[in-house]
């Protein structure tokens, strides 16, 4: 009897790992493979927060899409002003949904924030609240201050400074300072930060479409200026036809060229993963019908 006790037991052990939905990635800033995710086709992320409950078939859908793809980890931006009520249930439900396909989550803040409407109270409060709703959960992988700060802010570092601050006091997750690699936006005076890594936004789109075969001189210049672990945040390249190179062909080469030179010595992460049918802009990687374009099979060789 005590035999089948112990068979019974090892059994039922078997089946609950089985049934266990483990995290898929072991997520380094190194090997980060990901993608921005700025709501679903329907919805983009000026609507997303507000239609959450009925995006939430195709962000389910898209989330899936984005796993099975190979990448590990998403970004995601918040607009506090989809929050009035302080209330982040949705945003813990996206969590859990990036969760159940392996997903890790940037999560960044400050969305709607600009130089002429900071009210601190107002932003800590919703700092508070966030953190509150997913900050110990596991696929956390960073809090983000800001998509492009010095695009905003240029070389304010005040409200930067306060951020960082604040997020030390109320958080022990990893911190990502995003800034805008442009030749004529300051970057440099951001050394020092007390930041865990830095992220780039990197868009070479014509005519400077050459610079693609740069980005790995330029991360590492800005790893060696900064002194801490450096990302690609975003690129992209569109599809919608505006210039003649916005074509489906073009970005899968610009995709291979800019993959060719950070893939497996920086983490990045590319805009966007859908189109949007409220926008004539298409920088996704599939359409607003979920059709894979070129750009997915390069993607998918690089991740073999």
């Not at 209330?87 to 960044?108: Q, S």
């Not at 570092?157 to 601050?165: N, P, R, V």
């Not at 374009?293 to 993607?299: A, D, H, L, N, R």
């Amino acid at each position: 009897m005590k035999g089948n006790i112990k068979t019974y037991i090892a059994l039922a052990l078997v089946l609950a790992l089985l049934f266990v939905t483990p995290s898929k990635y072991s997520v380094s800033v190194r090997n980060i493979h990901g993608c921005n995710i700025t709501g679903v086709p329907k919805y983009n992320w000026g609507t997303f927060w507000d239609h959450f409950y009925d995006a939430k078939p195709d962000l389910e859908k898209e989330l899936k899409l984005v796993c099975n793809l190979g990448l590990n980890l998403v970004e995601i931006y918040i607009p506090y002003h989809c929050f009035p009520d302080l209330n982040y249930v949705k945003l813990k439900e996206f969590m859990r949904i990036a969760k159940k396909y392996g997903l890790m989550v940037i999560v960044t803040l400050n969305d709607d924030v600009y130089p002429d409407n900071v009210n601190y109270t107002y932003i800590e409060l919703h700092m508070k609240a966030i953190i509150d709703a997913i900050g110990s959960m596991s696929n956390l992988f960073a809090f983000g201050v800001m998509n492009e700060y010095n695009g905003r802010f240029g070389t304010n570092m005040s409200f930067a400074k306060w951020c960082i601050s604040k997020l030390r006091e109320l958080t022990s997750k990893p911190i990502v300072f995003d800034l805008v690699y442009f030749w004529h936006m300051p970057w440099q005076i951001y050394v020092g930060l007390d930041v865990d890594y830095y992220s780039f936004s990197i868009y070479s789109i014509p005519p400077f479409d050459f610079a693609a075969e740069t980005f790995d001189e330029l991360l590492a210049s800005a790893e060696k200026v900064l002194g801490k672990p450096v990302f690609l945040g975003e690129f992209g390249w569109r599809t919608d036809g505006e210039d003649p190179s916005y074509t489906e062909e073009k970005q899968a080469e610009y995709y291979r060229k800019v993959l060719g030179e950070v893939h497996g010595k920086y983490g990045w992460l590319f805009w966007c993963f859908t189109d949007w049918v409220e926008l004539d802009e298409q920088w996704g990687v599939y359409t607003v019908n979920f059709e894979p374009k070129p750009v997915v099979e390069v993607i998918r060789e690089v991740l073999s």
